[in-house]
């Protein structure tokens, strides 16, 4: 059981907006801002698209955006297209001894 | 050009040693923090630990605390990996990545297959 709970499977047409959520609890992702969200697609390394709730890395497309509210941080995705395609993943720092707990990730499906 | 550069895949037997490595390139190795995280097969990521290579100081998950060891060699820009008792549970996709100025993993290696089978 991971430490964020993500749900399974989310899924929309192109052009539409999706939101994956990512559930966690005081000790990490409400009380930190230190979320962070990866996409992975198959056979390929995770790559950081959200880092720190909400903030953007170099090359990664505005149509990604990153919130929180309470234990829940939530990742969305809008004018979705094909190659939105993938495995998502959020992690968080913790306080617990661990430093860092990633979710149990989301697959994204394009219709 | 950040890299870092994992070594290639590995199929052992149960109760067998493994270290397996990650070259990082194109910064100052000794300055940002490389942590390794597991995939296993149709399975999420796992936050295996942590090290910064700058004095190698070490934070592991409980989850694999005593199961692995992180270690560096800043000679060589290296990162490691080490089981000394390979179990078909750790049959897996292992990761090494590495933090940028926060918390979370900016860039990542390619993977290393780690296969236990007897």
């Known amino acids: 059981q991971s430490a964020l709970t993500q749900p399974a499977s989310v899924s929309g047409s192109p052009g539409q907006s999706i939101t994956i959520s990512c559930t966690g609890t005081?000790?990490?992702?409400?009380?930190?801002?230190?979320v962070s969200w990866y996409q992975q697609h198959p056979g390929k390394a995770p790559k950081l698209m959200i880092y720190d709730v909400s903030k953007r890395p170099s090359g990664v497309s505005n149509r990604f955006s990153g919130s929180k509210s309470g234990n829940t941080a939530s990742l969305t995705i809008s004018g979705l297209q094909a190659e939105d395609e993938a495995d998502y993943h959020c992690s968080s720092y913790t306080s617990s001894n661990t430093l860092e707990v990633f979710g149990g990730g989301t697959k994204l499906t394009v219709l | 050009e950040v890299q870092l550069v994992q070594s290639g895949a590995e199929v052992k037997e149960p109760g067998e040693s493994l270290k397996i490595s990650c070259k990082g390139s194109g910064y100052s190795f000794t300055s940002y923090w490389i942590g390794w995280v597991r995939q296993m097969p149709g399975k999420g990521l796992e936050w295996m630990g942590i090290i910064y290579p700058g004095d190698s100081d070490t934070t592991y998950s409980p989850s694999f605390q005593g199961q692995v060891t992180i270690s560096v060699d800043k000679s060589i820009s290296t990162a490691y990996l080490h089981w000394s008792s390979l179990k078909a549970s750790d049959t897996a996709m292992y990761y090494c990545?590495?933090?940028?100025?926060?918390?979370?993993?900016?860039?990542w290696g390619q993977g290393t297959l780690v296969t236990v089978s007897s």
């Open positions: 005081s000790s990490d992702v409400g009380g930190y801002d230190y």
């Open positions: 990545a590495r933090r940028g100025y926060t918390y979370g993993f900016v860039y």
